[in-house]
C-alpha cells in the first residue's frame, strides 16, 4: 500500500497546491456554491427528509474521515450519496453533479492536473469547504494560496523527495 496523509491538517497544504490557480479556486467556489444551493433547494422541497438525510451525511463524513489515513472510506461515501439523494432526488444530484463539473474543469481544463478527490475524497470535500470558506470571507481569490495563508508547500506521502548531490551539499560557499 502506498504511503498516504496521516490527518487532514497534513492534506489540506497539500490539496491548496493542487488549486494554485485562482481561475481554478473561482470553479471551485462556483460549482460549490452551487452544491449549497441545490441543498438549500432539497431542504425545501423536502423538509422533513432532507435534513435527516443530511444528518446521516455528516454522520458518514465525520466517521469516514477518520478513516481516510487507511485508504479510500467507499461505503461512507456511497452512503452519503445514496441518503440525500433519495431525500431528493432531483435536487441534491443535480448539485453533486454542478460542483464536480466546475471542479473538473478546474483540474483537468485548468490547472492540468489530477483531483485529489480521486486519493482523499472526503478530506478533499472538507478541504473544499475550507477553501470556499476563506474565499467566502474574501481570501483566495488570487495569487499563490499556500503564500497567502503563510503555509509551506507539502510533499506527497511516498513521493520521491530531490535531493542535493552529497559533493554539492558540502563544497564550501564562497
Known amino acids: 500500500m502506498t504511503e498516504r496523509f496521516q490527518s487532514f491538517e497534513e492534506f489540506w497544504p497539500y490539496y491548496l497546491s493542487e488549486h494554485r490557480s485562482a481561475t481554478s479556486r473561482r470553479l471551485h467556489f462556483a460549482g460549490t456554491s452551487g452544491f449549497f444551493a441545490s ?21 458518514l463524513l ?13 461505503a461512507h461515501i ?6 440525500p439523494t433519495l431525500a431528493a432526488p432531483v435536487t441534491f444530484p443535480a448539485g453533486v453533479v454542478s460542483a464536480y463539473a466546475f471542479a ?6 485548468v490547472e492540468g492536473n489530477r483531483p485529489a478527490t480521486f486519493e482523499y475524497p472526503l478530506w478533499s470535500f472538507l ?5 470556499w470558506s476563506h474565499m ?27 535531493s542535493v548531490p552529497e559533493t554539492v551539499a558540502s563544497a564550501p560557499m564562497n
Not at 478541504?127 to 477553501?131: E, G, K, Q, S
Not at 499563490?144 to 520521491?160: N, S
Open 39 to 59: 441543498c438549500a433547494a432539497s431542504a425545501v422541497t423536502s423538509p422533513v427528509k432532507f435534513p435527516l438525510a443530511m444528518a446521516g451525511f455528516a454522520a
Open 62 to 74: 465525520a466517521h469516514g474521515a477518520t478513516q481516510e489515513p487507511k485508504g479510500r472510506p467507499l
Open 78 to 83: 456511497l452512503g452519503m450519496v445514496a441518503l
Open 104 to 109: 473538473w474543469i478546474g483540474h483537468f481544463g
Open 127 to 131: 478541504a473544499d469547504l475550507r477553501m
Open 136 to 162: 467566502a470571507r474574501g481570501q483566495l481569490w488570487s495569487g499563490d494560496p499556500l503564500e497567502e495563508l503563510g503555509l509551506t508547500a507539502p510533499t506527497k506521502p511516498g513521493a520521491a523527495q530531490e
